[in-house]
């Protein structure tokens, strides 16, 4: 009887454990997908709804249909919709081991093992080079440096801001800010003091919502962004409803002041209304905890996407007409 060597699979497994791909870690349960479709992935294309917001300018100033305002305004949408991908490449490599202890991030391509971390920072070097050029050469040098403040804001971000508590609020926050003053200033539009401050305090209410839904979903496992461990449910709800009510009042002294440009009918007066319901039905999903994506929320909400279409409708008269 021949006696074969003590050869044993590992535990909890009939075969073998299979090598890993090019040294990339064993993707978790449940990942699939190719390799392109985890670069598509990793690029975040579902979060360039929010550079939407580079037209916000344009739409305030009532001169969004003008050929000479919105092909620059265009540029500057796919621009900063390369160079947000090329901060979602870094942020995904630097943040990997943090986001395999996460529920649900754990399953972005960077962190699953579908795309290598070296290629993710490679791809985000040649996009944010060629989101800078392109900004000089196809519109005006402005947006360049615009673009060049989110880069560098958003790397920083990523390196350390983040796990500083209120620093990392409002350096999200500037992002969208940024994104707002992008269409303007690509167009080469003078921005109103009240856009800004709907823009700013309107981004701060998103980012401290998300925050809020993050520690409420997470509860205990918070761990897995720091500045969470520094913040309490009713600090952040605190700074969410601060940011809402300054952007709502904001808003309406934008509108009643532009009011007095139009005809008959009051129709920045009257998108007061939607917007402000807008506001407190977004504000629903934040305190359920359900705002931990944003563009989700806004994609699929339908209350909130009918609110948005009266708001247009009430602001566009107005606006256009003004």
């Known amino acids: 009887m021949t006696v074969r060597p003590d050869v044993r699979p590992p535990a909890g497994s009939g075969r ?23 670069v598509v992935r990793a690029l975040r294309p579902r979060q360039w709804v929010k550079n939407l917001l580079v037209f916000a300018a344009p739409l305030a100033a009532g001169a969004v249909l003008d050929p000479d305002v919105l092909v620059p305004s265009a540029v500057a949408f796919l621009l900063f919709c390369v160079a947000s991908s090329a901060v979602y490449l870094v942020n995904d490599s630097i943040d990997v081991e943090e986001d395999r202890r996460h529920p649900r991030k754990r399953f972005r391509p960077i ?5 290598p971390r070296w290629l993710a920072v490679a791809l985000a070097v040649v996009l944010f080079a060629v989101a800078l050029v392109a900004a000089v050469v196809f519109t005006r040098p402005q947006l360049a440096w615009v673009l060049g403040t989110y880069v560098v804001l958003q790397l920083a971000y990523c390196l350390g801001l983040k796990n500083q508590p209120v620093l990392d609020l409002a ?13 303007g200033v690509a167009a080469g539009l003078l921005l109103s003091q009240w856009f ?38 009713s ?88």
């Not at 073998?16 to 985890?38: C, D, I, K, M, N």
């Not at 350096?171 to 269409?183: D, E, K, M, Q, T």
């Open 16 to 38: 073998p454990a299979a090598p890993t791909r090019a040294g990339l870690p064993e993707r978790p349960p449940g990942v699939r997908g190719s390799f392109a479709w985890g």
């Open 111 to 115: 962190a699953a093992g579908i795309v």
């Open 171 to 183: 350096v999200v926050a500037s992002g969208f800010l940024l994104r707002g003053i992008a269409g």
């Open 196 to 233: 800004l401050l709907v823009a700013a305090f309107g981004s701060l209410f998103m980012v401290a919502g998300k925050r809020y839904s993050e520690l409420v979903l997470l509860g205990e496992t918070a761990d897995t962004r720091r500045t969470l461990q520094e913040y309490s449910v």
């Open 235 to 322: 600090y952040l709800r605190f700074v969410w409803s601060l940011s809402a009510g300054v952007a709502c009042t904001a808003y309406s002294l934008w509108a009643f002041e532009m009011v007095e440009r139009q005809g008959d009918v009051p129709w920045s007066t009257l998108s007061i209304a939607p917007f402000v319901l807008a506001i407190l039905r977004y504000a629903v999903d934040v305190d359920k905890g359900s705002a931990g994506a944003p563009e989700e929320i806004v994609l699929h909400d339908r209350v909130l996407l009918g609110l948005a279409v009266v708001w247009a409708v009430t602001v566009g008269p107005g606006v256009l007409g003004g």
